[in-house]
């Protein structure tokens, strides 16, 4: 992730040479859009609009949509068709109490009540959030992820998920980060050891997978392509940010390339079976296809 909370697992990781690069050089990408809602629901909460904030919010997020080619990354707004997605995905896995008690704000700041959550959250034991969890929450309140995010993310200490794009894809790897925390038997360890050099490429496997399960079992065939489109150059991101320089920027690259290559095949694929040239998968969970590898 972007330099905002160092204790929480995100989807993107960027350099910091290229924040400078965009601080220098761009100008912002400000967008705000009206307030509009998917109906309420316990585990989703949304911040309310506000045009200097998020303007502001977007611009700060400018090189997430550069890196991920996508200007709905760190839109800071998310519409209700991506919060339908996320409800679908909750209601889907509700048999993990972590999971159940998981918390996603949609563009919201609220510091008091997720201090709250942190001294709550009895599914991480109490050292872990004592030391480490209030070493996020620091963070996330001086800098507010409504104006600096880097990039979505899962705060696994208060075991809420923080999104400011506005694409299904990554709302599900956030939320997926939270299903993967939710059945480890020692979360704390598991979310711990994300600081270690490496090791969050297995995290951001784990989500992307979930992500990826998701998208198929439901046959939503349009949220799948996008996340080969996107989720394949934010592993690239990951994979680069411990190569560095020019590395980086090859990893993200490469991921592109290799992301709209399955996108383009998954496609070719599915307007097969539309047209007949392939008999339509039983059930896409076996479907026929040998499984593409994913991010
Ligand atoms: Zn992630």
Not at 15 to 32: E, K, M, R, W, Y
Not at 124 to 131: A, D, G, I
Not at 177 to 183: G, I, K, L, R, V
Request: net charge positive.
């Amino acid at each position: 992730m972007l330099a905002v909370n160092p204790m929480a697992h995100s989807r993107l990781r960027l350099p910091s040479i290229l924040l400078v690069l965009l601080f220098a050089g761009t100008v912002g990408c400000a967008t705000t859009v009206p307030y509009t809602g998917a109906g309420p629901h316990p585990q989703i909460e949304r911040g309310k609009p506000n045009r200097v904030v998020d303007g502001i919010g977007n611009f700060f997020g400018c090189i997430g949509k550069l890196v991920l080619w996508n200007h709905k990354i760190n839109e800071h707004y998310v519409s209700p068709e991506v919060e339908s997605k996320i409800v679908a995905y909750l209601d889907s896995r509700n048999d993990l109490p972590m999971l159940e008690e998981t918390k996603v704000r949609l563009n919201q700041y609220r510091p008091l009540k997720d201090w709250g959550r942190l001294v709550h959250n009895k599914q991480v034991k109490w050292p872990y959030r004592l030391v480490f969890g209030t070493l996020s929450m620091v963070v996330e309140t001086i800098l507010p992820g409504r104006l600096f995010a880097g990039s979505d993310y899962f705060n696994p200490w208060t075991n809420t998920v923080h999104l400011y794009s506005d694409l299904s894809p990554v709302a599900l790897h956030e939320v997926g980060h939270a299903y993967d925390t939710s059945h480890r038997k020692h979360k704390g360890t598991y979310a711990f050891i994300y600081i270690i050099p490496f090791v969050p490429l297995h995290h951001e496997l784990m989500a992307s997978k979930e992500a990826f399960r998701f998208v198929r079992d439901t046959r939503d065939r349009d949220a799948e392509i996008s996340s080969y489109k996107l989720l394949y150059p934010a592993y690239g991101s990951y994979v680069g940010s411990y190569i560095g320089g020019g590395g980086y920027i090859a990893a993200v690259v490469l991921g592109h390339v290799v992301g709209r290559s399955e996108a383009k095949e998954r496609l070719e694929y599915y307007q097969k079976i539309e047209s007949g040239a392939l008999p339509a998968p039983a059930d896409q969970k076996s479907s026929a296809k040998p499984a593409l590898s994913t991010p």
